[in-house]
């Protein structure tokens, strides 16, 4: 079946640097994957919908500015936590669908920012 | 989007039948009801998904009541690996992957 792999899986960066994080669909194209992001004992909330080859598009009160989105080809989405603080510290997830209906999660990616 | 409504936990014992319910009162003629599945520290699985009919897979069947407002998620022998918070969301159809939003979830335990 369709797989979609993220990396890194678990990332730990000082406050004030940036992480970036890549999401792959590996057998199929996308051309648009989703990024969610997950507190503990939380549900997913979509940040983002990725769309190669133009912007993204945010969710109400996700900051543009703060998580960069590239959808540079139809296998690869970036999702970048610019200048990275505590409270960004999260489960980032990344999905994408083809045309069956279904959606395919990666494995998630846990940044800790000290 | 449409609301869905799942109650926050059950239980159930190994091997036996699971019946996870979802309302959602207010779906739209055209919206599939899609089911998936997280474990812990995983990104989320799909398990289901339908429109009208009743539909069944290698993971489980889909029970979708007539009126469309409400279905149900039928694990037909549950295992210890079944253990998850089961998501259950509306979305209108897509060629290309649906844009989902999670709700709470149902979060299953299974007894051995």
């Known amino acids: 079946g369709a797989v979609v792999s993220q990396h890194p899986s678990r990332v730990i960066c000082k406050s004030g640097t940036s992480v970036k994080i890549e999401c792959r669909s590996l057998?199929?194209?996308?051309?648009?994957m989703f990024w969610y992001r997950q507190f503990p004992k939380q549900s997913l909330m979509l940040m983002a919908t990725?769309?190669?080859?133009?912007?993204?598009?945010?969710e109400q009160g996700v900051e543009k500015d703060k998580f960069l989105i590239n959808h540079a080809s139809l296998t690869l989405s970036t999702l970048t936590v610019t200048s990275a603080h505590p409270e960004d510290s999260s489960f980032y997830i990344c999905?994408?669908?083809?045309?069956?209906?279904?959606?395919?999660f990666g494995e998630g990616s846990r940044l800790t920012v000290l | 989007d449409a609301k869905t409504t799942q109650p926050n936990s059950m239980e159930s014992n190994e091997e036996e039948p699971v019946h996870l319910p979802c309302n959602h009162s207010?779906?739209?003629?055209?919206?599939?009801i899609h089911w998936y599945r997280q474990l812990p520290s995983q990104g989320p699985e799909y398990v289901i998904h339908g429109l009208t009919s009743n539909v069944n897979n290698r993971m489980a069947s889909l029970a979708i009541a007539e009126d469309r407002k409400s279905s149900t998620l039928i694990l037909h022998r549950a295992t210890l690996r079944d253990a998850a918070v089961y998501y259950c969301i509306l979305s209108p159809p897509r060629t290309s992957g649906s844009r989902l939003t999670f709700g709470e979830g149902t979060q299953l335990t299974v007894n051995p």
């Open positions: 990725s769309n190669e080859g133009s912007k993204a598009t945010y």
């Open positions: 207010t779906i739209s003629g055209t919206d599939y």
């Open positions: 057998d199929f194209q996308a051309t648009t």
């Open positions: 999905s994408a669908g083809e045309n069956t209906g279904e959606l395919f």
